[in-house]
């Protein structure tokens, strides 16, 4: 048993794709652990992007994570991690299949609906900076 951290965008929750992508994950047998929605601080965003924070697009992507509450969701399951990023696809939705959260929901590489954990490390680090263990259950 594994558990993973999605974020659900200001583009999934704007058009109200939040139910869909749920059921999606629930669809496959996924236990939702912990949900809530809160909005994403200037702080926050930059250590959890910290990977492109110096970049000069980061701007940009801050502005577009700050235009709406995010949903915040800790999904656990047997090989979790790597099952949603597949249903996930690829993070340019452009690119991603039809089936695919992305490829069905998503507009580009930055109005991608989803945010998901991409390894075990990862995942630990991302749940522990978006919920209190308490949260959890």
Do not use: W
Not at 1 to 7: H, N, R
Not at 10 to 27: A, I, K, Q, Y
Not at 76 to 91: D, K, Q, S
Not at 101 to 117: C, F, P, Q, T, Y
């Amino acid at each position: 048993m594994e558990t993973t951290l999605i974020l659900l965008k200001p583009d999934c929750v704007l058009n109200r794709h939040v139910g869909n992508v749920l059921s999606r994950f629930e669809g496959q047998g996924f236990r939702i652990c912990g949900i809530k929605v809160m909005p994403l601080d200037s702080a926050l965003l930059r250590e959890h992007y910290a990977h492109i924070s110096d970049k000069p697009f980061f701007p940009e992507v801050e502005a577009f994570m700050q235009s709406s509450p995010v949903f915040a969701v800790a999904l656990a399951g047997e090989n979790v991690i790597t099952r949603v990023r597949e249903l996930t696809g690829p993070t340019d939705s452009r690119k991603a299949a039809k089936g695919t959260i992305r490829g069905d929901l998503g507009k580009d590489i930055m109005e991608n609906v989803i945010h998901a954990s991409d390894s075990p490390e990862g995942a630990r680090a991302e749940l522990k900076r978006f919920f209190q263990p308490e949260e959890l259950h």
